[in-house]
C-alpha cells in the first residue's frame, strides 16, 4: 500500500510559479512511475505529466510542454511538479498518482492516488 500526500498549492498570479510536491509513504517508491493529473470545476481529470522509476523519462500533455516540468527524488520518496508561466486554465485540484507499470496518459493506469491539492491562478 502507497499514501500520497500532495501539498504546494495556492493562489498565484498570472505568469507566476508554483511547485507542487508529493511524498510517498513505503519503502518501495522507486518501484512506481509517478503522474500528475488536474480536474478542473465540471471537467474531467485529466493528465499532466509523468515520469518513470528512474526519472529517465518524463511525459507532459501539449498545454503545459515548455512551463512545467516534473522531477523525483527517490531518497526523498517525493515527486515535484515545478509550474511556470501559469496561466488561468491551470486552474484546477492537482492530484498526484502512482503506478507499479509502466506510466501511462490515462488515469486508470494509476493504483494509488493523493487527496489533490488546490491551485488557482488568478488577478
Known amino acids: 500500500q502507497v499514501q500520497l500526500v500532495e501539498s504546494g498549492g495556492g493562489l498565484v498570479l498570472p505568469g507566476g510559479s508554483l511547485r507542487l510536491s508529493c511524498v510517498a509513504s513505503?519503502?518501495?517508491?522507486?518501484?512506481?512511475?509517478m503522474a500528475w493529473f488536474r480536474q478542473a470545476p465540471g471537467k474531467e481529470r485529466e493528465f499532466v505529466s509523468a515520469?518513470?522509476?528512474?526519472?529517465?523519462?518524463?511525459y507532459s500533455t501539449d498545454s503545459v510542454k515548455g512551463r512545467f516540468t516534473i522531477s523525483r527524488d527517490n531518497a526523498k520518496n517525493t515527486v515535484y511538479l515545478q509550474m511556470n508561466s501559469l496561466k488561468p486554465e491551470d486552474t484546477a485540484v492537482y492530484y498526484c498518482?502512482?503506478?507499479?507499470?509502466?506510466?501511462?496518459?490515462?488515469?486508470?493506469?494509476?493504483?494509488?492516488w493523493g487527496q489533490g491539492t488546490q491551485v488557482t491562478v488568478s488577478s
Open positions: 498518482a502512482a503506478s507499479i507499470r509502466v506510466y501511462s496518459v490515462n488515469a486508470y493506469g494509476y493504483d494509488y
Open positions: 513505503g519503502h518501495t517508491f522507486r518501484s512506481y512511475a
Open positions: 515520469i518513470n522509476w528512474s526519472g529517465g523519462s518524463t
